[in-house]
């Protein structure tokens, strides 16, 4: 069966992308810990990130750094957190979320409804900023 990632990147279930190559997609999460929450996701659909290739684990790493660039111009926080959790879906996932605290890295404040014109505007950013780089 394949996962919520999957089907995203199938084009089956809509996201709002702010990357995308040959080999992963980036995009926004649809439960933000914070405005610019971003997940880096390689297209073939991997489990666990200890089962990468070396070379796809180093391209995901590669493109984590370029978008975690991106959120730091747009969102000046005092650091870009990263994380590879991974529990909630099956696929191999980066967490990218701009971040002055640990405690915005708690999935537990994750906004489950968050504003759809609100993602707009974050993505649109994201994206500027992407290519103003």
């Known amino acids: ?9 199938a084009g089956e279930l809509p996201a709002r992308f702010v990357y995308e190559d040959e080999r992963c997609v980036a995009f ?11 997940l880096v996701v390689p297209r073939e659909a991997v489990d666990h990130w200890l089962d990468l290739d070396d070379d796809l684990l180093a391209h995901l790493m590669a493109v984590s750094k370029t978008i975690g660039g991106a959120l730091d111009r747009v969102y000046r926080p005092t650091k870009v957190g990263m994380m590879l ?21 708690s999935f537990q404040q994750a906004d489950t409804d968050p504003d759809p014109d609100v993602l707009d505007r974050v993505a649109a950013d994201i994206r500027g900023a992407l290519s103003d780089a």
């Open 28 to 38: 926004l999460s649809i439960a933000p810990l914070r405005d610019g929450h971003v």
């Open 85 to 105: 959790a991974g529990l909630e879906v099956p696929h191999v996932h980066v967490h990218l979320v701009p971040i002055d605290s640990m405690g915005d890295m």
């Open 1 to 9: 069966m394949a996962s919520v990632f999957s089907r995203i990147i």
